[in-house]
T-cell receptor, first 114, second 111 residues
Framework: NAGVTQTPKFQVLKTGQSMTLQCAQD?????MSWYRQDPGMGLRLIHY???????DQGEVPNGYNVSRSTTEDFPLRLLSAAPSQTSVYFC?????????????FGPGTRLTVL | RKEVEQDPGPFNVPEGATVAFNCTYS??????FFWYRQDCRKEPKLLMS???SGNEDGRFTAQLNRASQYISLLIRDSKLSDSATYLC????????????FGSGTRLLVRP
């Protein structure tokens, strides 16, 4: 049981490049989400999914796309990287969307956009 | 105004001290409340959920005051290993079930 895995751990992009951050969980969780963490800002929700085939926007969705074709995978795509997207990105999952279910986080991807 | 506000600290305390963190939230329809712990350059991990009646887990005690929209975390007998950032987290009571994170309070426990 690997929990939530993310790849890559580190990435440097040039402005305008695109890339996909990978996230997978092996706990059969319904709910998956992507956050970014910036100094002094706390974690902010980018996109989330309540199940395969269902995605929705969070607080800061601009410049990012997601899809959820399987229960296990929830990739985050940066369409055209900008320096403002330099951040640490965390993927998280929980068994259900609501209640007091624990959110399990992946180890994070540290992204720098030059 | 942020939806979840915390004192950023840092709180610098000696081993064995008792330290308390406070958190306020602005959305009265918030459903669930949590404290997460985040070590430097690591992912957040759930420390404890916070229940209306208050709850305790070893040296950690969490309290919720819905009328004042206030959450607290008390750590007794601080250990060096308690040094971390503590995140106050609120779940909204709407169809998004979004978690709203405070920016965290940093704790440094010194020998």
């Amino acid at each position: 049981n690997a929990g939530v895995t993310q790849t890559p751990k580190f990435q440097v992009l040039k402005t305008g490049q695109s890339m996909t951050l990978q996230c997978a969980q092996d706990m059969n969780h319904e709910y998956m989400s992507w956050y970014r963490q910036d100094p002094g800002m706390g974690l902010r929700l980018i996109h989330y999914s309540v199940g395969a085939g269902i995605t929705d926007q969070g607080e800061v969705p601009n410049g990012y796309n997601v899809s959820r074709s399987t229960t296990e995978d929830f990739p985050l795509r940066l369409l055209s990287a900008a320096p403002s997207q330099t951040s640490v990105y965390f993927c998280a999952s929980s068994y259900r969307a609501g209640g007091t279910d624990t959110q399990y986080f992946g180890p994070g991807t540290r992204l720098t956009v030059l | 105004r942020k939806e979840v506000e915390q004192d950023p600290g840092p709180f610098n305390v000696p081993e064995g001290a008792t330290v308390a963190f406070n958190c306020t939230y602005s959305n009265s329809a918030s459903q669930s409340f949590f404290w997460y712990r985040q070590d430097c350059r690591k992912e957040p991990k759930l420390l404890m959920s916070v229940y209306s009646s208050g709850n305790e887990d070893g040296r950690f005690t969490a309290q919720l005051n819905r009328a004042s929209q206030y959450i607290s975390l008390l750590i007794r007998d601080s250990k060096l290993s308690d040094s971390a950032t503590y995140l106050c987290v609120v779940r909204r009571m709407d169809s998004s079930y979004k978690l709203i994170f405070g920016s965290g309070t940093r704790l440094l426990v010194r020998p």
